[in-house]
């Protein structure tokens, strides 16, 4: 089946240092991938939709020069948190779904296993 | 998107069939209900999605009322590697976000 691959699993960093966050579709093309942040005990929100080719959305309160986005290709998106502080520590999540001829699928979007984030 | 609605928590015994609840009243007519779970520390798993008609795969089984406004997910024979928060969720297509609420945190007990 579908499979979406992130990496690292985890990172512990110094404030004011940048990270990047890998999510790959591994056997599946996806011109649309999606970023998620969840803190503990608390549900994914929806932080960004990644586009092949062309420049993310971002939902609204996340802030674009923060998370860089950057949809390379069919099968990779990048997420960079730059200038990490502690507030930014959390558990990422990427999503893809395999995409059909037309643009719509029905599809079920497949997840990442999510990077913690820890910023010291 | 529609919005879903879901209890906060539910208990289950090892061995008996899980019920999950799922209320989506605002369903539009090509919207399909989607039903993931997560496991602590993990990224969500796809368990199985419907439309209109019922469904059954290896993990789980999908039913949905006539008018649409409800579904439940049937976990026909609940272990303890079961114990997850479940999510319900309804989109329209694989190119639309996926939104996810509170969920509900099934706990089975031996």
């Known amino acids: 089946g579908a499979v979406v691959s992130q990496h690292p699993s985890w990172v512990i960093c110094k404030s004011g240092t940048s990270v990047k966050i890998e999510c790959r579709s591994l056997?599946?093309?996806?011109?649309?991938m999606f970023w998620y942040r969840q803190f503990p005990k608390q549900s994914l929100m929806l932080m960004a939709t990644s586009n092949e080719g062309s420049k993310a959305t971002y939902e609204q309160g996340v802030e674009k020069d923060k998370f860089l986005i950057n949809h390379a290709s069919l099968t990779l998106s990048t997420l960079t948190v730059t200038s990490a502080h502690p507030e930014d520590s959390s558990f990422y999540i990427c999503?893809?779904?395999?995409?059909?001829?037309?643009?719509?699928?029905?599809?079920?979007?497949?997840f990442g296993d999510g990077t913690r984030l820890s910023i010291l | 998107d529609a919005k879903t609605t879901q209890p906060t928590s539910m208990d289950c015994a090892e061995g008996r069939a899980a019920n999950l609840p799922c209320n989506h009243s605002?369903?539009?007519?090509?919207?399909?209900v989607y039903w993931y779970r997560q496991i602590h520390s993990q990224g969500p798993q796809y368990i199985i999605h419907?439309?209109?008609n019922n469904e059954t795969n290896e993990m789980a089984s999908l039913i949905i009322t006539e008018d649409r406004k409800s579904s439940t997910l049937i976990l026909p024979h609940a272990t303890l590697r079961d114990t997850a928060v479940y999510y319900c969720?309804?989109?329209?297509?694989?190119?639309?976000?996926?939104?996810f609420g509170a969920g509900t945190r099934l706990t089975v007990k031996p």
């Open positions: 419907g439309l209109k």
């Open positions: 605002t369903i539009s007519g090509n919207e399909y």
């Open positions: 999503s893809a779904g395999a995409e059909f001829a037309g643009g719509v699928s029905r599809q079920p979007q497949h």
């Open positions: 969720i309804v989109r329209v297509s694989n190119n639309n976000d996926m939104r």
């Open positions: 056997d599946f093309q996806a011109t649309t």
